[in-house]
Every structure is written in structure tokens, then in C-alpha cells.
Nanobody
Framework: VQLQASGGGLVQSGGSLRLSCAAS????????MAWYRQAPGSQRELVAG???????EYVHSVKGRFTIARDNAKNTVYLQMNKLKPEDTAVYYC????????????WGQGTQVTVSS
């Protein structure tokens, strides 16, 4: 199983980035997908998730700014991040799991997002 994340980088406060995660080795259509993030000195947190059926959830701090989407034809999940803030700075991880609690998930490598003030 591979979850290949890309799209991170350095952006100014108020800017936008789009993360992508290409999955291989799994039947993508039946997996719930999510993005987690971990900032220095902080615990890893669920940022956004999308079920196999397309239902979405977001942590409160990103609601209205971030959008998660999936393209089952491309085995890819996206995270569109708008109005970025310095507190969004973290390593972002793509996750795949067979349940919405993301128990026993597959993890991708992280991609760094840095938002300058």
C-alpha cells in the first residue's frame, strides 16, 4: 500500500495550497480517507475526512476554509486549503481506513505546510 502525498510548501498567511494524495495497493473506492496534521510539540489531529460514500467532516478550526474531496477514478484525495493561517503550519499526512474512526489505518508520508505571517 502506498499513499503518496504532495502539494505542501511555504505560503503567506491568507494564501492557498492544494494537497493531493495518490493511493495504490488498495481498493480506493471502499476506503474512508482523511488528512491528519501534526505541528511541532503538538499531538497529531484529524483535519478532514471523507467517507467512501462522500460524507465529509472537518475539525472546527478549518471549517469554511478547507475542503476535502476525492476522485475515485484517479484513486486520489485532495485537501484544498484557503485563507491559511500560521497556526495551520504542520506536517500533513494522508490516511486510509476501512472505517470512519480511522482505526488501523494506512499512513502516507507527510508533506510539510508552512504558513508565514
Amino acid at each position: 500500500v502506498q499513499l503518496q502525498a504532495s502539494g505542501g510548501g511555504l505560503v503567506q498567511s491568507g494564501g492557498s495550497l492544494r494537497l493531493s494524495c495518490a493511493a495504490s495497493g488498495i481498493d480506493f473506492r471502499v476506503y474512508d480517507m482523511a488528512w491528519y496534521r501534526q505541528a511541532p510539540g503538538s499531538q497529531r489531529e484529524l483535519v478532514a475526512g471523507i467517507s467512501s460514500g462522500g460524507s465529509t467532516e472537518y475539525v472546527h478550526s478549518v471549517k469554511g476554509r478547507f475542503t476535502i474531496a476525492r476522485d475515485n477514478a484517479k484513486n486520489t484525495v485532495y485537501l484544498q486549503m484557503n485563507k491559511l493561517k500560521p497556526e495551520d503550519t504542520a506536517v500533513y499526512y494522508c490516511v486510509a481506513a476501512l472505517d470512519s474512526y480511522y482505526s488501523d489505518p494506512y499512513w502516507g508520508q507527510g508533506t510539510q505546510v508552512t504558513v508565514s505571517s
